[in-house]
């Protein structure tokens, strides 16, 4: 493998996602879209922890729960759609079949959405602090920034694996909806994982926002770097396999749907 | 005739549209079922009526979701094929061919509100009961009406922007939230209450959980008193038809100044 050409392509594969993003999408939408979609969803489940009053599910655990999981719009639902909107503009067959790692190629895509990801975070946290109260005075800033730039890395890894299905499935759109909303329930985003039942709760630990709620919160607590890393380590693990996962899935998928010229249908 | 034709005619051809790609019902239910069922675990009782509030909710929600996904994807699909300059260039208005396509989704969305029941009575042992059926049907149908009616509004906006579906995301939660399909509107803002009370299916709710049995802080509560519930479900109901109408009439005006608009600027086909 050719490092260089590899770094190459990373880099314009990046750099091409981000001017192609906002080619399509207006600057003041996409700061719309920053701007309102952590604060709906927190203030929804928000209200209903506030009504229902559940000591294990309070306000402030459901804040900063949802607040991480805002990451998850762009960095699992932005980012499994990858293959699909390259599907959609007709140009899966034109990268394909040109010499380019593949790995690097839709890494780089990817990466405009880290960055994303991590303005999406603080953004819901900025949220959670002054809209709905939460007390951020003991805070560890260090640890949480820690945690949001290793789970922005970590849920953008976990994105491309899913993304992988694209290249078979008519549409990974489907894909990108379940995982995006099984969050909600899994990740211990709304309630401890403990809450599920018990049959379920080992789903709850393939998903990396699940370590990162707990983390988020233990740095909000005061937590330093030593107490939360076991979870960043895990999520880190994750990231590692998603990866792998979606590399071999991708070379697989690539190879049927050139197999069976289901490249193109959408 | 013919645009309730061409209204029915849109209503099949969504129809098997989505026959022809089910997986969508994956995306359109999944978001509902998963927040009931949140709502439910939050709840931490699995008794009838507070069940109940989660799963009336959340039948809500997915009406909701299937009308936004029916006005805004199916415009930018349409866009995406290049061929939404040919469906504006026919005599009937759009409105008529949306409103088609608005009240088949809608209606898959009672299939959401139905698996959620069936999910609360078979998995969770819930006992549900609805205190008055035909009444409840009533409130259902005119909620169902409502959304669809609202979808229209938002809708005209649709047509004019190449990313009508990063506006539909955008606009699944603040319904959810400022409606309070979930709790009463009286835990929200005092300031958000106009808003609330200017949604249709906020009323539309409300008259569901009076006619089903079980709202213990209704609408008006907290905001115009306490009624009789009876009382209150004809008002409701009454606020609901009216509302719908409004938005009937907001979603003709405004998918007559969009036609023309698109008509001198030309940019349908731009994706």
């Given at each position: 493998m050719n490092v260089l050409q590899s770094v190459r392509v990373f880099w314009s594969s990046a750099v091409i996602a981000k001017k192609a993003l906002f080619d399509w999408l207006s600057p003041g939408l996409w700061l719309m879209q920053l701007f309102t979609m952590s604060l709906f969803q927190m203030a929804f489940f928000v209200y209903i922890s506030a009504y229902v009053g559940n000591p294990q599910a309070t306000v402030a655990y459901v804040a900063v729960g949802n607040a991480i999981q805002s990451i998850a719009y762009v960095a699992i639902f932005a980012v499994t759609n990858v293959t699909t909107e390259e599907k959609e503009a007709g140009t899966l067959p034109g990268i394909l079949?040109?010499?380019?790692n593949r790995f690097a190629l839709f890494i780089g895509r990817a990466m405009f959405q880290v960055l994303n990801s991590i303005a999406t975070v603080v953004i819901a946290l900025f949220y959670a602090a002054?809209?709905?109260?939460?007390?951020?005075?003991?805070?560890?800033l260090v640890t949480l920034a820690v945690v949001i730039v290793v789970t922005a890395f970590a849920t953008v890894g976990f994105g491309l694996m899913l993304s992988s299905l694209g290249f078979y499935l008519r549409t990974s759109m489907v894909v990108a909806n379940v995982f995006l909303f099984m969050g909600l329930l899994?990740?211990?985003?709304?309630?401890?994982?403990?809450?599920?039942?018990e049959f379920l709760q080992?789903?709850?630990?393939?998903?990396p926002i699940t370590y990162a709620t707990d983390a988020a919160r233990l740095a909000v607590g005061g937590a330093g770097l030593g107490e939360v890393w076991s979870y960043l380590s895990a999520e880190l693990v994750v990231m590692v396999v998603a990866i792998l996962i979606g590399y071999a899935m991708m070379m697989a998928f690539e190879h049927l749907a050139r197999r069976k010229g289901t490249l193109e249908m959408f | 005739m013919p645009r309730l034709r061409a209204m029915k005619a849109a209503f099949e051809h969504q129809a098997r549209h989505f026959l022809s790609d089910p997986g969508w019902l994956i995306p359109n239910i999944i978001l509902p079922f998963i927040i009931t069922l949140v709502a439910l675990l939050l709840y931490g009782s699995s008794d009838g009526p507070v069940v109940m509030y989660a799963v009336l909710g959340g039948g809500m929600m997915g009406m909701w979701g299937n009308t936004l996904y029916a006005s805004g994807y199916s415009i930018q699909s349409e866009r995406w094929w290049g061929t939404l300059e040919s469906v504006l260039a026919?005599?009937?208005?759009?409105i008529w061919i949306i409103a088609g396509r608005t009240i088949w989704n809608a209606l898959i969305g009672v299939a959401n509100g139905l698996a959620i029941l069936a999910v609360a009575v078979f998995v969770l042992q819930a006992p549900i009961t609805v205190a008055d059926l035909p009444l409840f049907l009533l409130a259902f149908l005119m909620t169902l009406l409502s959304l669809a009616a609202l979808g229209l509004v938002f809708s005209s906006a649709f047509v004019l922007t190449r990313q009508a579906g990063v506006l539909t995301n955008g606009l699944e939660y603040p319904i959810y939230v400022a409606t309070?399909?979930?709790?009463?509107?009286?835990?929200?803002?005092?300031?958000?209450g106009p808003l609330s009370l200017s949604l249709a299916p906020s009323w539309g709710i409300d008259a569901i959980r009076i006619a089903a049995g079980y709202?213990?802080?209704?609408?008006?509560?907290?905001?115009?008193g306490v009624l009789d519930p009876m009382v209150a479900y004809a008002v409701d109901i009454i606020v609901v038809v009216v509302m719908a109408c409004a938005y009937l009439v907001i979603a003709f005006y405004l998918f007559g100044v969009v036609d023309r608009r698109a008509r001198i600027e030309g940019n349908l086909g731009r994706v």
């Open positions: 079949v040109t010499p380019a002054v809209l709905f109260g939460v007390d951020f005075s003991s805070a560890n899994f990740c211990g985003v709304n309630f401890p994982v403990t809450m599920l039942p080992p789903i709850a630990y393939i998903f | 026919v005599p009937t208005p759009l309070g399909c979930m709790y009463p509107i009286a835990i929200l803002p005092f300031w958000t709202n213990p802080q209704g609408l008006w509560d907290g905001y115009l």
